[in-house]
C-alpha cells in the first residue's frame, strides 16, 4: 500500500468519528434525511454519502477500490470544510451538526 493511499485512509478515519451502527442508525432519523443538497425528490447526496461510508467502515483497508478511495477524499474534503463553518452557539440541534453527521462526523464528539 503506497503512502498516499495509507493518508487517505488514515485522514478518512480521523475525519469520520462516528462508528457503523451510530452512523446507521442516524441516516434512519428524519433529521438526517432533513438535511443537504437533493436533485429533485431524491435522496440528498450527504444522505447517500452516509450510506456509503458505512460500506467502507465495514470493508477491510486492503479490498479498498480506487473508487472507495475516491469517495473517501471527498468525505475528509466535505468534513474539513463544513467543520469551518460552524455556526455561532448551541451546535446541538442545528442543521449544520445534522449535515456533518449524514458524512459521519459528529462534532458534538469534538467537544469531549
Same mark, same amino acid.
Given at each position: 500500500?503506497?503512502?498516499?493511499?495509507?493518508?487517505?485512509?488514515?485522514?478518512?478515519?480521523?475525519?469520520?468519528?462516528?462508528?457503523?451502527?451510530?452512523?446507521?442508525?442516524?441516516?434512519?432519523?428524519?433529521?438526517?434525511? %432533513?438535511?443537504?443538497? +437533493?436533485?429533485?425528490?431524491?435522496?440528498?447526496? !450527504?444522505?447517500?454519502?452516509?450510506? &456509503?461510508?458505512?460500506?467502507? /467502515?465495514?470493508?477491510?483497508?486492503?479490498?479498498?477500490?480506487?473508487?472507495?478511495?475516491?469517495?473517501?477524499?471527498?468525505?475528509? %474534503?466535505?468534513?474539513? +470544510?463544513?467543520?469551518?463553518?460552524?455556526?455561532? !452557539?448551541?451546535?446541538?440541534?442545528? &442543521?449544520?451538526?445534522?449535515? /456533518?453527521?449524514?458524512?459521519?462526523?459528529?462534532?458534538?464528539?469534538?467537544?469531549?
Amino acid at each position: 500500500m503506497s503512502e498516499d493511499v495509507k493518508s487517505v485512509i488514515d485522514e478518512f478515519h480521523s475525519s469520520v468519528n462516528m462508528a457503523p451502527k451510530e452512523l446507521e442508525s442516524w441516516l434512519k432519523t428524519e433529521e438526517s434525511q %432533513s438535511v443537504g443538497q +437533493r436533485k429533485e425528490d431524491d435522496e440528498s447526496i !450527504g444522505h447517500k454519502s452516509g450510506k &456509503r461510508i458505512v460500506e467502507l /467502515l465495514h470493508k477491510k483497508k486492503d479490498d479498498y477500490t480506487d473508487d472507495d478511495l475516491s469517495h473517501m477524499k471527498k468525505v475528509v %474534503s466535505y468534513v474539513h +470544510r463544513h467543520s469551518a463553518q460552524q455556526p455561532e !452557539g448551541d451546535i446541538e440541534h442545528t &442543521r449544520w451538526r445534522y449535515s /456533518l453527521m449524514n458524512w459521519g462526523h459528529d462534532p458534538l464528539k469534538d467537544k469531549n
